[in-house]
């Protein structure tokens, strides 16, 4: 038997702290070889090296987010995936631990992280996304660019705020996942219903960008630009600051004393 690879998802709470402790505790006394990282988002985030050589299942939530986070982090995985938000820890314990015999020695899962950022934002379906570049221009945060090859990208993931999956609502593809979220299918259910879910997108359009979408979404994108020139007019500024102050020579333009 392969390894497990275990997300705690230690910033949400999505999955109750008895589930995953039940989890983690049958893994370990099960003897199954298995690693537990706390947040798969985080680690995609933040560019982190997720190890998958051996891993034939990983315990964490929808396969089709579970499937993206790992194309959004370059890896190729063809592990079966265990869906917490949905299946029961018996079923899971009973899809892994049969045939196991490792012997690793654990503690209880990371209790839900409270810090000044959650693991919130956009993963990317390709094998439904058109690159219609709608969220690129809805967004005004700079949190998506296009790659050289013309693919809408998730560049920027820290930039998204919070709670806000507004780029999901009007995506016309439903192609956007936001992991974090508890509403289906924007948080990575299976789509059951096409032609539903391209209706709703249509309402959301037109309640979110008005009968005037591409008048509104120019509006959107030089809002946006004139953000970004903003920023870098701040971090020049303070890069100027900094050099001046550990600059021992008095500035030309220096109030003299």
């Given at each position: ?126 094998s439904r996304c058109k690159s219609c570049r709608q969220c690129m221009e809805f967004c005004l ?97 303070e890069a100027e600051r900094a050099a001046c102050a550990a600059c021992d020579v008095p500035c ?6």
């Amino acid at each position: 038997m392969g390894k497990v690879l275990f997300c705690e998802c230690a910033y949400a709470d999505l999955i109750s702290s008895d589930l995953r402790r039940k989890i983690f505790r049958s893994l370990e006394s099960a003897g199954v070889e298995f690693a537990a990282v706390p947040d798969l988002c985080e680690m995609v985030a933040d560019g982190d090296k997720i190890i998958t050589d051996g891993v034939d299942k990983i315990i964490a939530c929808y396969p089709r987010t579970v499937e993206w986070l790992m194309d959004a982090a370059g890896v190729s995985c063809s592990a079966e995936i265990l869906n917490m938000r949905e299946m029961g820890a018996d079923e899971i314990i009973e899809r892994v631990t049969s045939g196991g015999s490792g012997n690793n020695a654990v503690s209880d899962p990371a209790e839900p992280v409270k810090g000044d950022w959650v693991p919130w934002f956009p993963v990317i379906d390709y094998s439904r996304c058109k690159s219609c570049r709608q969220c690129m221009e809805f967004c005004l945060f700079g949190v998506y660019e296009l790659s050289d090859d013309g693919r809408v990208v998730v560049a920027h993931p820290r930039n998204c705020k919070n709670n806000c999956p507004a780029c999901a609502r009007i995506c016309p593809e439903v192609a956007i996942i936001f992991p974090k979220l508890k509403e289906s299918p924007l948080n990575g259910d299976e789509i059951a219903d096409e032609n539903l879910e391209k209706a709703r997108v249509q309402i959301d359009v037109d309640k979110i960008l008005g009968s005037d979408v591409y008048s509104t979404l120019h509006e959107r994108k030089r809002k946006r630009q004139k953000r970004l020139i903003k920023q870098c007019d701040i971090e020049q500024a303070e890069a100027e600051r900094a050099a001046c102050a550990a600059c021992d020579v008095p500035c030309e333009n220096a109030p003299k004393k």
